[in-house]
C-alpha cells in the first residue's frame, strides 16, 4: 500500500505499507480507527479511486473525507473507445475530460485559495455541462451496456469526483500515487521475492526513504550513503534531522 501525501503537498513524501492481503483492514489499521478526540487516527481527504476496501477506510474514522479520481472515471470511455474501436460518447467523455485537464494544467502552480477561486469560476461549467451531458447520453442507452457502465461510473460517484470543487489541496486524480506505484511494479520483475514477510517490511521502509529523497530532488545514492554513515553516532532525539524532507548532507 502507497501513502503518499497530496501532489499539491510543499512538503512532498510517501509511505509504503508492506501488507499480506489487499483487505481494507490494512490501510485501516495504518491510518488508524477511532471516533475519539484522542484517537491517534488521520483524519482529511483521501483521493482514490473506487476500490471497496476504501469506503472502509474512509468511514473507520470521523473527519475523513472522500474524494475521486478523475482519470479512472476517463479510462472507462477510453477503454469503451478501445473494445468497441468507434464510440462517439467515448470521444465525446474524453474531449469534455481533456478540458478538465487542460484547465488544472494551468492551475497546478498556483495557491491552494487561487486554485480553488479559479476553479469556481473556470472549472465548476465545465464539470456542470459534463455533468448534465452524462446524464442526457445515459438516458439514451440501454442498461447493462457497456456504453452504460462507462457513464455509470462517473454519475455513481458524483459528489466525490467533484470534491476538488470544494477544495484546492485537492487534486482531480491519484495520478501522482500511480507514479509512486510505478517503480514496485517495475522492479517485482527483477526482484521476484521479498523472502520473507520481514523482508517485505523492510523494503517498503527503504522504498519509502528512496521515493521520499527523489521527490525532494535528493540523489538516493547519496543520501542513503550520508544517512548510514551519520546514523550510529546520531542522538536518537535529532534522528528527525536524517528523513529526506529535513536532511542535508554532512559535507
Not at 107 to 130: F, G, I, M, N, V
Not at 160 to 184: C, F, K, Q
Request: aromatic share 8%; hydrophobic share 40%; net charge neutral.
Amino acid at each position: 500500500w502507497a501513502n503518499p501525501r497530496t501532489a499539491f503537498d510543499p512538503v512532498p513524501g510517501v509511505i509504503y505499507d508492506f501488507c499480506e492481503g489487499r483487505g481494507a483492514q490494512y490501510p485501516i489499521a495504518f491510518l488508524g480507527a477511532g471516533g475519539g478526540q484522542d484517537e491517534r487516527s488521520w483524519r482529511g481527504t483521501l483521493v482514490r479511486d473506487e476500490y471497496k476496501a476504501y469506503d472502509s477506510e474512509v468511514s473507520a474514522t470521523p473527519g475523513r473525507i472522500a474524494a475521486g479520481c478523475l482519470a479512472h472515471a476517463r479510462r472507462k470511455f477510453d477503454e469503451l473507445l478501445l473494445d468497441s474501436g468507434k464510440s462517439a460518447v467515448a470521444e465525446e467523455a474524453l474531449r469534455r475530460i481533456a478540458e478538465i485537464y487542460r484547465l488544472e494544467r494551468e492551475l497546478s502552480a498556483l495557491t491552494s485559495d487561487e486554485r480553488l477561486s479559479r476553479r469556481c469560476s473556470h472549472a465548476k461549467p465545465l464539470w456542470a455541462d459534463l455533468h448534465a451531458w452524462l446524464q442526457l447520453e445515459r438516458s439514451r442507452v440501454p442498461d447493462g451496456s457497456s456504453t452504460a457502465k462507462a457513464l455509470n461510473y462517473s454519475l455513481n460517484h458524483w459528489e466525490a469526483l467533484t470534491h476538488n470543487l470544494l477544495d484546492g489541496d485537492v487534486n482531480v486524480d491519484n495520478n501522482s500515487l500511480e507514479n509512486l506505484i510505478r517503480p514496485w511494479a517495475v522492479g517485482r520483475r527483477a526482484w521476484l521475492f521479498a523472502g520473507s514477510a520481514l523482508a517485505g517490511q523492510r523494503a517498503a521502509i527503504v522504498m519509502s526513504l528512496v521515493q521520499s529523497a527523489k521527490l525532494h530532488r535528493h540523489d538516493p545514492w547519496a543520501y542513503l550513503n550520508d544517512v548510514l554513515t551519520r546514523l550510529p553516532t546520531q542522538l536518537n532525539s535529532r534522528i528527525d534531522e536524517l528523513l529526506p524532507h529535513n536532511w542535508h548532507p554532512a559535507r
